[in-house]
Structures are given as C-alpha cells and as structure tokens.
C-alpha cells in the first residue's frame, strides 16, 4: 500500500539535508551535502547563494528517488533554513548579485552600536529584539549602491525566500514569518516590516519581501527542478522547526539545542511577554504562524558550550574526545571549590558583555583530570542555566519541561546537572538530530492532512530518557549563588 509523506528539507549554515517524514512520524534516511562558507575578513561571513540552491535541489532530488522506491507518495515540501541570512539576486536572470551574507556577519557592528541608544527601546517593543550587531537590512542598502542592475530588476530576502522563488519557478516572492523575525525589523504584533526602522537604515522598504504564515501560500514546487508538483506547504527558521519537534506546543515548555553554542527556547503564548529587554540576550519570536495566528516564543543563546569541549579536547589537548571528558565527570561528586566559566566568546546572558572571557578557577596540586572534567560539565550547565532562568523571567511563568538535543545531550552528567541547576525536568529527545526536519514537515502535513495536528504529529515520536532535579532546592540555590559569584569574577 503506498504510504504519503512530506518531502522535508532543512538547508543549514555549513550543510544542505533532505529526507522524507512518513505518516507515522519517522524520518526515511537523510541525504546530506555540505555548503562552503567562506571568512574574507574577521567580520565577515559569506557563502555563495547559487551552491546553496545547487545543493539543497541536489539532496532533495536524492530523497524523491528514495521515495518513490519504497512506495512513498510525497504529498508536499516542507523547507526549514539557516535564519537571516541575506541575498540579493538578478530577477530577470536568477543569478545572486553579491554574495549571500551569513547571519554570523558582523561587518557593521560598530556602526549600528551607535544606533543602539535611540533604537534599542523602540525596537524592544515593536520587534522583540534590540539592534544588535548585523543588520540585513543594512548591508543590502550598501550594495544597492554599488549594483549595476536597474533597480525593477532586484530582488532581496533571506535563503527562505531565495530558495522558494527558485523552488515555486518563479512565482512565489515572500518570507515565512518566523525568518522574517529573525531578519529584524518585524513587527510582532502586526505581521509587518517597520517601515521606520528601514528608512532609517537606508533600505527601499518596496524591496522587503512580504512576511507570510509559516504554513502559507508557497506556491508548487517546479518540476523542471525537481521532477515532481506539488505544494511548498510550510517554511520555517529552523530552530522555530525544532521547537515545534521537540514538542514545545503548550506555554512554558521549552527545548535546549546544545550545538557550537546553546539555543534555549519556550513556547510563551499568544502575546509577546510584557517583560522583554529586562534581561540581557532574550529576544521574543514567532515560534510558528498559522492561519494568521502567532504563537510566540522567547530564545536565549550560550555561545560557547560544544565549542568549549572542542577547544579543551582538539585545540589543547587535555582530553581525548567529549566523550571521555563526560566520563571522567561521572565518576567526580560536584565541586564547590574549582570552577568553570564557558564565556570563551564573550556573554549574552544575563548580562551582554562581548567582551567577557573564560576563567577556570580554584585550581590545587591536588586538582585531578576528573575534577577539571566535573568543573567544565557543571560551568556549562550552569551557563544554559542562566538561559533557562532568564526566559523564565521574561515571560513570567515557569519553564515546565525541557526537551534536550544536539551532540552534547549525550552526557547524562551534563542534562543532570542542567536538570538540578535549572530546576526543571529534562527529557533526551529520542531523534534530536532530525528534529528540524520533522518540525517543518509536521507543519506542512497538518495544512495538508497527513497528521491532524500538531500534536498528534509529535506524539508519534518516542519518549526520550528523562532527568529530574535532584538537588533540594536550598543547595540548588546556594550553589547557583556561588556560580553568579564566580561569574562576576570572570566579567571583572
């Protein structure tokens, strides 16, 4: 009998995977190819928008052949991105005009630091986020000046947008809501760009493709390209896939998306939370928008965690793998003496200090490898800690259940402390490596009945293994005092 499917394709910062998301809620095998990324300069980061389409036709091509030999019939596409990512591109001949400027960029960090006093309030309120340090917007009003292309000619987006142009032959020129938050500009409320914010950065706002629902109009895909027709039925960032995937659908559930760094994400409800801006690093976002609804959700981000093991282990050497440093942990009762501080590429939360630096500290001649391991483990619990008590903060109600993925989930030293630290449940997801595909493809087969809701979507995965806080809440306390102490130190 011939099952349906949604053809799924996640087009990430370093590497392009497809895969087909079956009725039952499992992933067929993922066909992956990695993108280039390119660092001209420090501040710089770039990739060519051609190979992103390249590659991402090329994947998704290798999973239509999957599945029409073992009887999948695909029902739709789902596509989730890399966020705020820009490209611009020649209308009338598809190709980009410049290349595509990655959302790490920060070639204009210190001109837009200068904005930051005036607009920082007025963007808190209205978007969800400060200026910060890129800005879309911005770079392409520089290269509107620099072009040889009459100006009816450009077009401008994120990779969402540049890959659905190509994908719906041409028709469709939009952003899905929840690139369009991450691009900055967008207002919450009111499903728009602010037309102020763009003038004020020099950028033609008739050029700023127009936000629509994540499970909008997308047009059908082009079988000139793919080979088959049919609807693009939902667009995503994709951590706002993951969100959805890891089952964050009720406010106050959340998901940890341990990486390079650390995403800490919770469905907040149908309003943005009144508190945003009061804590450092919690930007307010559209976690999905449906039927010209908006369910917001807030993320903070710890910069270094995998990042930290891979320098302690590649870099200098002081262990073998992330892996033995875990082991070596669970073997060492937690410490109160030596310390770990994972700001080795500055801070976001609680405080914004860019400049802020590690600190390994209350170091002994009778300090073992085991306890350096514990201390490294417990400094970056403690830092995604921070992140969990700031969205707390934020939208004024607790963080019930965290649903936890990415390469260091693995430790159950590292999620127990997280579990004791942060005070909150947390479950290993059991397929986190696929969850940004699956997310986009729930979505987009909820539109087109495959699954009907999101709920039972989800509920089709497995249940992961879960960790509850251990720690009575007065030491939990004490030690999250003594860690704040500590952190101080290291800001100083």
């Known amino acids: 009998m011939t099952r349906r499917g949604i053809l799924a394709v996640d087009e990430g910062s370093t590497g392009t995977r497809a895969t087909v998301v079956g009725e039952d809620g499992v992933c067929g095998p993922s066909f992956y190819t990695a993108v280039d990324v390119v660092h001209p300069e420090s501040s710089r980061v770039e990739q060519d928008a051609?190979?992103?389409?390249?590659?991402?036709?090329?994947?998704?091509?290798?999973?239509?052949?999957?599945?029409?030999?073992?009887?999948?019939?695909?029902?739709g596409m789902s596509v989730c991105t890399q966020r705020a990512t820009a490209i611009l591109w020649d209308r009338e001949t598809g190709r980009p005009l410049a290349p595509a400027v990655v959302w790490q960029d920060s070639r204009y960090a210190d001109e837009l630091a200068k904005l930051a006093p005036e607009w920082d309030p007025v963007l808190w309120a209205r978007t969800g986020r400060p200026v910060g340090t890129r800005a879309p917007f911005l770079w392409a009003a520089r290269q509107l000046d620099q072009l040889d292309v009459p100006a009816d000619r450009v077009l401008f987006g994120s990779v969402d947008t540049w890959l659905v142009w190509h994908l719906s032959g041409r028709t469709r020129y939009v952003m899905s809501a929840t690139n369009a938050v991450a691009f900055g500009g967008y207002r919450l409320r009111e499903h728009a760009w602010d037309q102020e914010w763009l003038a004020a950065l020099g950028f033609p706002a008739s050029l700023a493709p127009p936000p629509v629902d994540d499970d909008g109009d997308f047009g059908y895909t082009d079988p000139k390209l793919l080979g088959i027709e049919v609807p693009i039925a939902a667009v995503m960032g994709d951590q706002h896939a993951s969100l959805i995937a890891l089952g964050a659908l009720t406010p106050g559930q959340g998901t940890c998306v341990h990486g390079t760094g650390t995403f800490v994400g919770a469905l907040a409800g149908d309003e943005p939370p009144d508190g945003l801006g009061e804590v450092d690093g919690v930007l307010c976002l559209v976690g999905w928008r449906s039927a010209g609804h908006s369910r917001f959700?807030?993320?903070?981000?710890?910069?270094?965690?995998?990042?930290?093991?891979?320098?302690?282990?590649?870099d200098l050497g002081l262990f073998r793998s992330a892996a033995e440093i875990s082991e070596l942990a669970a073997a060492q009762p937690r410490s109160t003496s030596t310390w770990f501080v994972p700001t080795l590429a500055g801070l976001r939360t609680p405080v914004q200090r860019p400049g802020a630096r590690g600190l390994l500290t209350g170091l002994s001649l009778a300090t073992t490898r085991d306890a350096v391991a514990r201390a490294v483990l417990d400094g970056i619990a403690h830092a995604v800690s921070d992140t969990v008590d700031a969205l707390r903060t934020t939208m004024n109600r607790p963080v019930t259940r965290l649903r936890a993925g990415g390469g260091l989930a693995a430790s159950d030293v590292l999620l127990q402390s997280q579990a004791d630290f942060a005070g909150v449940e947390i479950e290993r997801a059991a397929d986190s490596a696929t969850a940004s595909l699956r997310g986009a493809a729930y979505l987009a087969g909820v539109r087109l009945?495959?699954?009907?809701?999101?709920?039972?979507?989800?509920?089709?995965?497995?249940?992961?293994?879960?960790?509850?806080?251990?720690?009575?809440?007065?030491?939990?306390r004490e030690l999250r005092d003594r860690w704040q102490d500590v952190l101080a130190v290291s800001l100083s």
């Open 449 to 476: 009945g495959v699954w009907p809701s999101l709920v039972e979507a989800v509920a089709h995965q497995g249940k992961g293994e879960v960790f509850e806080p251990r720690l009575p809440e007065d030491e939990r």
């Open 297 to 314: 959700s807030l993320e903070a981000y710890t910069s270094t965690t995998g990042s930290a093991l891979r320098w302690l282990t590649e």
């Open 50 to 75: 051609a190979q992103l389409l390249e590659r991402t036709v090329d994947v998704a091509r290798q999973a239509i052949a999957w599945a029409g030999e073992n009887g999948v019939a695909i029902a």
